[in-house]
């Protein structure tokens, strides 16, 4: 089924409740219903036709859900951005995508100018929470909600039709396109709401952006099962989102082991804390035993569910919470309806305790990655609607079957639950004037899981700082991708390929003395 | 008086996270709000405030209202050190 007729199944049961709670504004399942059409309307009066792509810049603010069903709504597919991207990587993926329109928060429409023009590219710039007065070409949003339709919306489109198409880090450097159907959510998200039995009483609060997978699996969830969610923009003061969870009674706190560390590190919570929420769960990097079982002790009421996603399938595997006192490192089983199970290199299932790749299979799986927009809509005319997902990580299994993550095969760096590719980091130091060689590692870290740390080499003569190097990062990079340290060496350790060899064992040598 | 602690906070924002915005920022101007530091920098904040001041910053004080903005740091500060008598 399509998602925002998951929606109009909602709007039919439950018009008048709470959908979603931004900041002041408490949006029923009306509310988004008829912004979501009116910003559908609008767009398809601006031309946009089915399969054309809307990008977003978008806080965990109410219009960022209105964005994803008017989108749904008009056939288009919504492609969230990380809203700290900077111009250049923004006007790549705009040259790549070709969005007929972009959404975004008025504080990024100077970055979004930007990259328009360097994309040399024509869209429609639609800006939400613009003064009447802000200057420039773009359309405010809260006006177009307002326009009377001059055009009547797409019918009968197809749930094989793409949702969203999420940008994650690739291997190479090179951002990738993860493309995912309207089918496909829905199967992911239908077998979510089963394992963690949501219903309509659920208050689910969430901090994570909407612009990942994750994140977008908890705005799916509660408007398919008719429940409420409260969205946050930070976890940056926890004693503030802890106040949240107490006054609107959540039931659900989705978690990244970050803010599940931060939560644990808090000290004197009172007793009986939090008694409506039912479940925490946690994804997008492995949580520490020594984390889960803090937490269950913090929260005896609440189920901990340990979980592992990818963006090219939104969710693999959970660990069901009766199981984790006994399996503390298991990530689970396949969710509900799909399969996942560890191959080797011939792609034939090994046994129990071999280390293999984990591959995915089911209803879930994605579309496949983005090229451009001719081939893509040709393919997926075409496909075979199930895939077999190569994960890319390196997992054994128990006995019985449980699922443990190993390693990653490639050096994709996990920080705060967010991926970071080493490379794209290293092509940013090369762009700095008098740097020699550069290298990027994860450094394990308490809170973050991995912290990103910068190793370079300079050109003889070059004074350099640390505070230099991580403000040239930060022009260009995604602000979790900015590393949080930079070590300067004379030389970098090379195999004898002659290949840079870094790795986060490396004993560090003595810092040089033309790093000032 | 919290101005003693203005300049060394002001510093110390615009010298770690300032080159994240484009613009200088208001005293006034929420920090989180205008996407100038997230959960990394709160800590770093912290870290700076403890080392700076010699001070141990309470989970509970960890809040919006003591640190989401300079002005509010300051004042949090003048109240957290007041001038011995």
Sequence with gaps: MRIEARLGNSVERFAEKTAVVAGESRLSYADIDDRSGSLAAALATMGVRPNDRIAFLLDNDGEAPVSFFGTWKAGAIACPLHPSMKAQKLAAIFSSIEPAAVITHVRYLPNVRAAIALAGRKMVVIATQAPSDFGGDHLRFEELLRRTPTVSLPQSLDDADLALLIHTSGSTGDPKGVMLTHANVDAACQSIISY????????????????????????VTMVCVGGTLVLEKSFAFPR?????????????????????????GTKDLPEGFLPHLRYVTSAAAALPPVLSSRLQEILPQTKVFVMYGQTECLRVS???????AKRPTSVGKAIPGTRAFVVDEKGLPVTPGTIGELVVEGPHVMAGYWCDAATVLQELRTADRERRLLTGD????????????????????????????????ERVLYALHGVR??????????VFGQVVRAHVALEEGRQLSERDVIRHCAQYLEDYMVPKSVEFREALPRTTTGKIRMSAGVEAEPQLENAV | MAQRFHS???????????????ADIADSQSLLEGGIIDSTGVLELIAFLEATYGITIADEEIIPENLDSIENMISYLARKLPVAA
């Design chain 1, 318 to 324: 959970y660990l069901s919470p009766e199981e984790l």
């Design chain 2, 8 to 22: 060394a906070v002001r510093e110390f924002i615009s010298e770690n996270f300032l080159f994240r915005a484009d």
């Design chain 1, 240 to 264: 503030k989102i802890m106040d949240r969870l107490a006054e609107e009674k959540a039931t659900g706190f989705p978690l990244v082991p970050a803010m599940g560390a931060l939560i644990a």
């Design chain 1, 196 to 219: 963690l039995e949501n219903t309509a009483d659920e208050i689910v609060l969430s901090v994570l952006p909407l612009s990942f997978g994750y994140g977008i699996t908890q705005l």
């Design chain 1, 437 to 446: 060689e550069a290298a990027v590692t994860g450094v394990e870290d308490p």
């Design chain 1, 394 to 425: 390196l997992f054994r299994t128990d006995e019985e079957d449980f699922l443990y993550f190993v390693s990653r095969k490639d050096d994709i760096i996990k920080t705060r639950g967010e991926k970071v590719s080493p490379q794209e980091v």
